[in-house]
C-alpha cells in the first residue's frame, strides 16, 4: 500500500491517474505533468527520451493502478482541486466575454471529455464506459487504453455519471409527476387510480403500479401542443455567437449527447417564438464557477457587450438574467438607454452546489419574470416601466470562467400560474383536488381513468376532468416500506426527464436493462439510456 503522504496525481489522457512517482518516470519525450498533494510543493515537469517509453510507462501505471485496486487502494482519480479559485460577482457591464481566470486545471473539460464518469468515494474521477454491475460481481468498467475490463466493489462508488442520457420519447395523453413519501418522483401517463394502486406508463420502463399509500402528491403536466422546444438535439438552427475578447476570438459552445458544453467564453442562440407567457426550464451543471447571461426576448443573435452597447449593431430591447456563484441578476438592456438593474437575488445554493434546475417564468402583460432554482422561488422581478423585450428568442452567453453543462432544456406555454402548496390546515386524512382555478374540493377520490376523476365528498359525488385539475395530494397512510442493506446496492437513478427513483440494483447490463427491486413498486427494469445519473448509498458500518 502506498505511503499517503507520496500521494500524487498524473494526468494522463482525460483521466487522472493516482500512485507513487518512480525513478524510471524520469525518461521519455513529451511531457507528463504532475500535480503533488503536498504544501508548498508545485507542479513537477518529467521529460520522456521517447514516446514508447511513455506509452509503455503509461501502460505500466495502469496495470499496477488496477493491482491496487484489486488490493482496496482507491487510486484513480480526477476530483477538483479542493482549493479551488473562488468566484466574484459577475459584472453587469458586460454580457459577452471574461477572462479564463478561475480554471481548474486539472479539471476534466466537460467540451472534451468524454465516456461515463465513474466517481470514487474519495472525489477520484475515472472515465470510461459502464459494462456491466453485478452485486455478487461489483462493477465491471472499461477504457480505451486499458486491455482487460477492470472491476470495482460498489461500496468505493458514489455515483456513476452517464454520457450517453437521452430525453425519452415524447408521450401523448395525461402526464403527470407522482411524488413519493420517501422522496422519490416518477414520470409519465397517468392511467389508472383505482383501489389500492396508481398506475403509470413510463416510457422507459413500461407500466408501474405504485401502492396509493405512499404516493402524496400528483402534479399533472402541461399537454404535449403546449411546449414551444425541447433539446437542445444539436446546433441546427442556433447560431454560435463569435466572441472577441482583447482582439482574440474565444472558445464556442459544443453540442454533445443532449447537452451544450462550454469551457470558454461562448455565445449560443436561437429564435423561439416565446409566447406572451412562458415557462423555461433547464439544468446547469459546472466546474469552477458559474458565470452565465441568459438574454430573455431578444431579436438579436450575437453577444452583445453592454458596457459598449451603443456600438454594436442595432438590436432590440431584452432582459438580461446574469447568475453566478452567489446572485442572480436581472437588468433591461436597450441600445439607446442606459442600463437598468432591476435588483440582485442572492442565491445560497449557487455556492454550495455545482448542478441546479432553473425556472424562469415569464408574463408579459404583468411585466413580470420569476426565476426558482431546484423548485424555490428566489425572486418575482416587476418591470414598472413596462415590458421591453422585443424579440422572441433566447441568448446563452457563457462567461469564460470555469466549465458549464447546459440541458433539458424546455420551453413551453404558460398558463400564468404556478403549483401552491396545500393548506397545513386540511387533514391529512382527506383527498384534496386543486382545480387550475384555485378552488379546492376534499373528499375522497374512488377513481381516475380515461381523463375522468370520480371525487366523493361531503356533499355529493363530482366528477372532474384531469385538464381541470392542477394537482391533487393523497390522504397519508401508513406506509413504512424502507429498503434495507443488504448484499444488492441501494442506489438512487436520477432520469433525464428529471424524476428519481431508489431501489436495490439487482443487475445492469446494456441486454436486461437497469434491473431495479423496491418493497413499494416491486421489479421493474429501466432503459439504461434514460438514466442520467446513479447514486450510490453510502455503505453502512
Not at 414598472?384 to 457563457?398: A, C, D, P, Y
Not at 443487475?507 to 436493462?513: I, P
Request: a positive charge.
Amino acid at each position: 500500500m502506498s505511503d499517503p503522504r507520496r500521494h500524487e496525481r498524473i494526468r494522463v489522457g482525460p483521466s487522472h491517474l493516482t500512485g507513487d512517482i518512480e525513478a524510471s518516470l524520469k525518461k521519455g519525450l513529451g511531457t507528463l505533468k504532475i500535480l503533488i498533494r503536498k504544501p508548498m510543493l508545485a507542479k513537477s515537469t518529467f521529460r520522456f527520451a521517447s514516446r514508447a517509453a511513455f506509452l509503455a510507462t503509461r501502460g505500466a501505471v495502469l496495470s499496477c493502478l488496477v493491482a491496487a485496486f484489486a488490493c482496496g487502494v482507491p487510486v484513480i482519480g480526477g476530483a477538483e482541486d479542493k482549493d479551488a479559485a473562488k468566484s466574484s460577482e459577475t459584472s453587469p457591464g458586460q454580457e459577452s466575454g471574461g477572462d479564463q481566470a478561475n480554471k481548474s486545471e486539472d479539471a476534466p473539460d466537460p467540451s472534451t471529455s468524454s465516456g461515463d464518469a465513474l466517481v470514487f468515494r474519495n472525489g477520484d474521477i475515472l472515465f470510461g464506459e459502464l459494462k456491466a454491475v453485478e452485486p455478487a460481481d461489483g462493477i465491471t468498467w472499461l477504457r480505451e487504453n486499458v486491455q482487460k475490463a477492470m472491476r470495482f466493489d460498489t461500496k468505493q462508488i458514489a455515483e456513476i455519471r452517464f454520457d450517453n442520457a437521452q430525453a425519452p420519447p415524447p408521450q401523448e395523453g395525461w402526464r403527470c409527476r407522482a411524488e413519493l413519501a420517501n422522496g422519490d418522483h416518477f414520470q409519465g401517463k397517468l392511467l389508472e387510480l383505482q383501489g389500492g394502486e396508481l398506475t403509470l406508463d413510463m416510457n422507459y420502463a413500461g407500466k408501474v403500479s405504485l401502492p396509493r399509500e405512499a404516493v402524496r402528491r400528483i402534479e399533472l403536466l402541461p399537454p404535449r401542443e403546449m411546449i414551444v422546444y425541447e433539446g437542445p438535439r444539436g446546433v441546427k438552427d442556433w447560431t454560435i455567437g463569435k466572441v472577441v475578447i482583447d482582439g482574440e476570438e474565444r472558445g464556442r459552445w459544443h453540442y454533445r449527447n443532449g447537452a451544450f458544453y462550454a469551457s470558454e467564453a461562448a455565445s449560443i442562440a436561437r429564435e423561439m417564438h416565446l409566447p406572451d407567457r412562458c415557462r423555461i426550464e433547464m439544468d446547469l451543471r459546472w466546474q469552477g464557477v458559474i458565470n452565465l447571461a441568459v438574454a430573455l426576448y431578444t431579436d438579436y443573435w450575437q453577444p452583445i457587450s453592454l458596457s459598449n452597447k451603443n456600438e454594436e449593431p442595432p438590436f432590440g430591447g431584452f432582459y438580461s438574467l446574469q447568475i453566478n456563484n452567489f446572485s442572480a441578476l436581472l437588468m433591461s438592456v436597450r441600445q439607446d438607454f442606459p442600463l437598468r438593474r432591476l435588483d440582485v437575488a442572492r442565491v445560497p445554493t449557487l455556492n454550495r452546489n455545482n448542478e441546479i434546475h432553473v425556472e424562469i417564468l415569464v408574463d408579459k402583460s404583468r411585466a413580470m419574470i420569476t426565476l426558482l432554482v431546484d423548485g424555490e422561488k428566489v425572486k418575482t422581478w416587476r418591470d414598472e416601466r413596462g415590458f421591453i423585450g422585443e424579440g422572441s428568442g433566447v441568448r446563452f452567453v457563457h462567461q469564460g470562467r470555469g466549465k458549464i453543462k447546459l440541458s433539458n432544456l424546455t420551453i413551453r406555454k404558460w398558463d400564468g400560474t404556478r403549483a401552491k402548496p396545500f393548506p397545513d390546515s386540511v387533514s391529512n386524512d382527506k383527498d384534496v383536488i386543486r382545480l387550475r382555478d384555485g378552488e379546492l374540493a376534499i373528499g375522497t377520490i374512488e377513481r381516475i381513468r380515461e381523463g375522468k376523476v370520480s371525487f366523493q365528498s361531503s356533499n355529493g359525488g363530482r366528477a372532474f376532468d384531469l385538464e381541470a385539475i392542477q394537482a391533487i395530494r393523497l390522504a397519508r397512510g401508513d406506509s413504512t416500506a424502507s429498503l434495507s442493506s443488504g448484499d444488492k446496492p441501494v442506489v438512487t437513478a436520477h432520469f433525464h426527464d428529471g424524476a428519481r427513483a431508489t431501489f436495490h440494483l439487482t443487475g445492469w447490463d446494456q441486454k436486461r436493462g437497469v434491473q431495479a427491486r423496491s418493497p413499494l413498486w416491486g421489479e421493474v427494469n429501466f432503459q439504461p439510456e434514460a438514466v442520467r445519473k446513479l447514486r450510490f448509498a453510502a455503505p453502512k458500518d
